[in-house]
């Protein structure tokens, strides 16, 4: 049985490995936030320290339902400052390593939701 179509008609992540992740036909090997609405933009960061509240304004500023945090190899928590701009524009955010991340996107992608994934690469220090 099939369950998913051929073709999508939102952006999609189409693979995924160390220190890389598929966005329809390209090959990415940066962190990267993506959105349902088509938006692709490098998301300057190389690894969580690296991390500042800029960065999640950022993501607030694209004004999508919600966040799908993609925090590199393991998961790791955002700390609450970092989140204030999405908080006051009450815009969800859910935190996961950066492979479910992903496939959460993809998933809720394709449901028609307006939603931004912000995902982790990270390279060695």
């Not at 998913?4 to 962190?31: A, E, L, M």
């Not at 349902?36 to 500023?61: K, V």
């Not at 991340?101 to 690469?121: F, K, M, S, W």
Request: aromatic fraction near 8%; include cysteine.
């Amino acid at each position: 049985m099939k369950l998913q179509p051929d073709k999508f008609d939102v952006q999609s992540i189409t693979g995924y490995g160390p220190g890389w992740v598929g966005i329809n036909t390209d090959k990415v090997v940066h962190s990267v936030v993506v959105g349902s609405r088509g938006e692709r933009l490098a998301w300057n960061c190389s690894r969580f320290e690296d991390l500042t509240p800029e960065h999640f304004a950022q993501l607030a500023a694209m004004a999508p339902e919600l966040v799908i945090f993609g925090s590199g190899s393991r998961i790791r928590f955002p700390k609450p400052v970092w989140l204030k701009a999405l908080m006051g524009q009450r815009i969800g955010i859910e935190t996961m390593d950066t492979q479910a991340a992903c496939r959460t996107y993809n998933i809720l992608a394709q449901e028609g939701r307006h939603v931004v994934a912000a995902l982790l690469l990270e390279t060695a220090a």
